[in-house]
């Protein structure tokens, strides 16, 4: 039954698609996927540790207060850094929901209503907004439940039922927070933001979800849940972002924790949405 819906689907792929090449019935809708590169507006996305140390990760660096005044100045640099790239609209990791509540978070720092807090949605992307005049700072995030139940996706358990404990307490390890910690510690937020923008570190912190995949069974398996849920997260960021509709001349600068990054690096160009630019370049000019 599963095969003969997988051929019924494909032929209305392809009759969809004839429809289209024929010129019948209605104009179709602009695939995105086949989106010329000349007219795919520009992304970067900019991972950044937790800035404000909110504990939600399974690994946290843990940040000094920004708010002290020489952090202060680096974190004016780097913002000056990527003005030079001339954003047309910065996105950043908010509730897509939860617009109208960044609406008037963005327009009471402008007014000099409110103070900016110690994380990385204020401290450079309203910023950054604000300093180019941008006329709102876009929520494109998603972070609801997924479809089932939390069992379903609860990878402490799966790890018991795939007698995976012993993996499960390597992806634990403190070190990794340990070592993060470390590097903010010792460089400039110019510096530490460079690294772990580097696409080698990207895809290092990105291949650790290949071993919270195997926390479950054959049958039973909540770490590959888990694990899809996180795919279709970011798949949903894409959409936001896409759903901004930029122009081919626009450039779109995402403020988000460095874990989507990688994933959010590759959806960009393979789904010919947007042309990729990386921050490594521009962060340069802030150290």
Same mark, same amino acid.
């Given at each position: 039954?599963?095969?003969?819906?997988?051929?019924?689907?494909?032929?209305?792929?392809?009759?969809?698609?004839?429809?289209?090449?024929?010129?019948?019935?209605?104009?179709?809708?602009?695939?995105?996927?086949?989106?010329?590169?000349?007219?795919?507006?520009?992304?970067?996305?900019?991972?950044?540790?937790?800035?404000?140390?909110?504990?939600?990760?399974?690994?946290?660096?843990?940040?000094?207060?920004?708010?002290?005044?020489?952090?202060?100045?680096?974190?004016?640099?780097?913002?000056?850094?990527?003005?030079?790239?001339?954003?047309?609209?910065?996105?950043?990791?908010?509730?897509?929901?939860?617009?109208?509540?960044?609406?008037?978070?963005?327009?009471?720092?402008?007014?000099?209503?409110?103070?900016?807090?110690?994380?990385?949605?204020?401290?450079?992307?309203?910023?950054?907004?604000?300093? %180019?005049?941008?006329?709102?700072?876009? @929520?494109?995030?998603?972070? !609801?439940? =997924? /479809?089932?139940?939390? +069992?379903?996706?609860?990878?402490?358990?799966?790890?018991?039922?795939?007698?995976?404990?012993?993996?499960?307490?390597?992806?634990?390890?403190?070190?990794?927070?340990?070592?993060?910690?470390?590097?903010?510690?010792?460089?400039?937020?110019?510096?530490?933001?460079?690294?772990?923008?580097?696409?080698?570190?990207?895809?290092?912190?990105?291949?650790?979800?290949?071993?919270?995949?195997?926390?479950?069974?054959?049958?039973?398996?909540?770490?590959?849940?888990?694990?899809?849920?996180?795919?279709?997260?970011?798949?949903?960021?894409?959409?936001?972002?896409?759903?901004?509709?930029?122009?081919?001349?626009?450039?779109?600068? %995402?403020?988000?924790?460095?874990?989507? @990054?990688?994933?959010?690096? !590759?959806? =960009? /160009?393979?789904?010919? +949405?947007?042309?990729?630019?990386?921050?490594?370049?521009?962060?340069?000019?802030?150290?």
């Amino acid at each position: 039954m599963k095969r003969s819906l997988n051929i019924l689907c494909a032929g209305i792929a392809v009759a969809i698609l004839g429809a289209a090449s024929s010129g019948l019935g209605a104009a179709p809708t602009p695939l995105i996927s086949e989106r010329p590169e000349p007219q795919r507006p520009t992304l970067m996305v900019l991972g950044s540790v937790h800035l404000g140390n909110p504990n939600r990760d399974l690994h946290d660096a843990r940040v000094d207060d920004v708010l002290a005044p020489e952090r202060q100045r680096q974190i004016g640099r780097v913002v000056d850094a990527l003005a030079a790239w001339k954003p047309t609209r910065v996105a950043v990791e908010w509730p897509h929901k939860d617009q109208g509540e960044l609406d008037r978070r963005y327009a009471d720092y402008r007014a000099g209503r409110r103070r900016l807090k110690p994380d990385e949605t204020d401290q450079i992307g309203l910023r950054l907004a604000a300093k %180019l005049n941008l006329p709102r700072v876009e @929520a494109v995030d998603w972070n !609801e439940n =997924a /479809p089932g139940a939390d +069992a379903d996706y609860d990878w402490q358990v799966g790890a018991k039922i795939g007698h995976e404990e012993g993996r499960l307490a390597a992806l634990s390890d403190p070190k990794v927070s340990e070592k993060e910690t470390r590097l903010v510690q010792t460089h400039t937020v110019a510096g530490f933001l460079r690294i772990i923008n580097r696409p080698a570190y990207l895809a290092g912190m990105n291949r650790v979800y290949y071993d919270f995949a195997l926390l479950g069974g054959p049958e039973v398996n909540p770490g590959a849940n888990w694990v899809g849920y996180w795919h279709a997260r970011n798949l949903k960021i894409l959409d936001n972002l896409i759903r901004l509709d930029a122009r081919p001349d626009e450039h779109i600068l %995402l403020v988000i924790g460095a874990g989507h @990054a990688h994933l959010l690096d !590759e959806y =960009a /160009p393979d789904s010919h +949405a947007f042309r990729l630019e990386r921050p490594d370049v521009w962060l340069a000019r802030a150290e």
